[in-house]
Nanobody
Framework: VQLQASGGGSVQAGGSLRLACAAT????????RGWFRQAPGKEREFVAT????????TYADSVKGRFTITRDNAENTVYLQMNSLKPGDTAIYYC????????????????????WGQGTLVTVSS
């Protein structure tokens, strides 16, 4: 497993969770890493992404102001801090690595990403 996601769980609406996505490859080869999610019966949805060198972030409108994506170079890990969670945030969250090979696709397009983690379940109850 090259990408390991962790940190999912069950919380009540208004609560917080922090997801982590650790990579096993050399951190100097990182380009960008992002999070997507998929709720039951729905298509995969972009959540957030961060470029490795500049730390430039992009968020889906649905999570702006509530979620924060960061990276830790030494740990080769990306974090997704999720605050003010809503029942609509319930989904399996997947981290994905962008190795800079498919830049024709936008950072919010899943086709840009080369490697995917196994997913971690986030459940938000009302």
């Amino acid at each position: 497993v090259q990408l390991q996601a962790s940190g999912g769980g069950s919380v009540q609406a208004g609560g917080s969770l922090r997801l982590a996505c650790a990579a096993t490859w050399n951190r100097f080869s990182n380009y960008a890493r992002g999070w997507f999610r998929q709720a039951p019966g729905k298509e995969r949805e972009f959540v957030a992404t961060i470029t490795w060198r500049a730390g430039r972030t992009t968020y889906a409108d649905s999570v702006k102001g509530r979620f924060t994506i960061t990276r830790d170079n030494a740990e080769n890990t990306v974090y997704l801090q999720m605050n003010s969670l809503k029942p609509g945030d319930t989904a399996i969250y997947y981290c994905a690595a962008d190795h800079g090979k498919r830049t024709d696709y936008s950072p919010s397009d899943y086709r840009r990403y080369d490697d995917w983690g196994q997913g971690t379940l986030v459940t938000v109850s009302s």
